[in-house]
């Protein structure tokens, strides 16, 4: 029997684990605790990009912890810097030694005879605790989505993904073709054409994209003469009514929102420049996420000639560049598959229960971050229509929360147990793209009632989640032995 025992175990040492360790920290005082991370160091996903000009697709004021102020002047930060900020609040909370690096987790299980979680790693080692909480992210670190294109072996140049980014490549001068029309695609685009010879992005379908200011200047006047967490608070909260609002205009009246878009991005860009074509989907706004480019990078690239965007599908890639089923050529040296990340469960890790093996897909999810039958387990699933770290913050709360309730009631675990007879539905509803497309069928389901919906709804979750009755609410406290019993009572 391993001796590896901590009352919570932390799956991930990116932005959500680090987050939560800082909550379990101040929330559960005297708790121990072990974050398991798979790579050789912490960061998650501002670690393990390196492509040129990675940053967010959010400001800081909102992707920053709730409890530490972002103080850096660009609020659209690269990822360098958010890097630092998740490294900085790892050192200020003394959070480095609790991390295990090189330490996959490759299964769980729950043993009900000794009410807790069984977690073994890729080196064979195993931890065992009380309650496990997973924070690794939503996507395959080691294999991005990477669909073989007919021809690639023909390509003279050089092909490369970015989520597997040399950072030797050369591209000064070179003619580089981006296919793709995604976040990726737009931060490559204005960062690889400072140096290179020229710059396509091509896409099958365009995205809506907005622009914002790197630099939030109220906030930057601010800082200079009020105390740094009011103002981060205020900037905070400013920005999360404006994404809320501009959210549930553009589902009010989504014809509305799609002129506007099209409308900003016809402002931006020369008079006869075909912003139809290129920046007006198929799709209404917020179907799938919106394209945030800071200080219209994307647009001044287009505008000064640098860059171009190309709308078309691809028959073949050539010995020199790409072939398009209009008939066009694209030459290319370089060519940069920004085709997206590959959605993964829980990790990749494998799910058991008293050696039963866990399908996900068959379980109802409790508050998007439990999931039915499960005991002392949690995840973290972000928003898609607003920070990640938003929703971080409250779960990794929310699962303190349970922690305490249990230690001041002498319980052992805390089970979801969903009511019989209740509807099933995909765990997303309200966003479309392909990368979600994909992989719903390996997800959990959400129900047709609270607490079992993925709302997607962060001043709803704001409000409801740090003071909503934890028993008698599709939850569960007890022993195994009482769980059972309560699932056959309903």
């Not at 393990?48 to 850096?72: E, N």
């Not at 290319?332 to 469960?345: H, P, R």
């Not at 069928?441 to 704001?462: A, S, T, V």
């Not at 008698?472 to 009482?482: A, H, K, M, Q």
């Amino acid at each position: 029997m391993s001796d590896n025992f901590t009352d919570l175990i932390i799956v991930g040492a990116g932005l959500s684990g680090i987050g939560a360790a800082v909550h379990y920290n101040r929330e559960c005082p005297g708790k121990t605790y072990r974050i398991l991370e798979a790579r050789d160091s912490l960061g998650g996903t501002w670690d393990l990009f390196q492509y040129p000009g990675i940053r967010s697709d959010s400001d800081m004021h909102t992707l920053g912890y709730k409890f530490k102020p972002w103080k850096a002047k660009k609020a659209v930060a690269d990822g360098p810097s958010i890097l630092s900020y998740v490294h900085e609040t790892a050192r200020e909370h003394n959070i480095n030694d609790k991390i295990s690096f090189n330490s996959k987790v490759i299964a769980a299980d729950w043993n009900s005879e000794a009410c807790e979680w069984r977690v073994t790693t890729e080196t064979g080692e195993v931890w065992r605790c009380n309650f496990l909480f997973m924070c690794a992210g939503y996507y395959s670190y080691t294999e991005p989505h990477n669909p073989e294109i007919a021809g690639e072996d023909k390509f003279e140049g050089r092909i490369i993904h970015p989520q597997l980014w040399d950072k030797s490549l050369d591209y000064a001068g070179k003619k580089v073709v981006i296919i793709g029309s995604g976040a990726t695609a737009m931060t490559l685009l204005p960062a690889m054409a400072k140096t290179a010879g020229h710059v396509t992005m091509l896409q099958r379908t365009p995205t809506y994209v907005i622009s914002k200011p790197s630099k939030d200047v109220l906030n930057n006047v601010m800082m200079k003469v009020l105390p740094h967490k009011f103002v981060y608070n205020f900037t905070r909260g400013k920005n999360i009514f404006m994404q809320n609002l501009l959210f549930k205009e553009a589902r009010k009246n989504p014809e509305k929102a799609k002129k506007r878009l099209t409308g900003w991005a016809k402002k931006a860009l020369p008079k006869d420049y075909p912003v139809d074509e290129h920046f007006n989907p198929p799709y209404y706004p917020w179907e799938q996420r919106l394209c945030l480019v800071p200080d219209s990078d994307l647009f001044e690239c287009i505008n000064q000639g640098t860059g171009s965007i190309v709308t078309d599908h691809i028959e073949t890639i050539t010995e020199t560049g790409i072939k398009l089923k209009s008939g066009k050529n694209l030459d290319a040296d370089i060519i940069v598959k920004a085709t997206g990340i590959t959605i993964t469960v829980m990790g990749e890790a494998a799910f058991s229960k008293d050696g039963n093996k866990v399908h996900f897909p068959d379980l109802f999810n409790y508050e998007t971050m439990m999931f039915e039958g499960l005991p002392n387990m949690a995840s973290v699933f972000g928003y898609v229509n607003a920070s990640w770290t938003l929703r971080a913050d409250l779960i990794a709360e929310f699962m303190c929360r349970l922690v305490n309730h249990m230690e001041a009631t002498g319980t052992r675990t805390v089970t979801p147990v969903a009511p019989e007879g209740m509807k099933g539905q995909p765990w997303i509803t309200i966003f479309n793209p392909g990368y979600i497309n994909r992989v719903l069928d390996q997800m959990p389901k959400q129900g047709d009632r609270e607490p079992w919906l993925n709302l997607q709804d962060y001043k709803r979750d704001r409000r409801v989640l740090p003071t909503k009755p934890l028993e008698g609410d599709g939850l569960v406290f007890g022993d195994p032995v009482e769980v059972q019993q309560a699932e056959a009572a309903e």
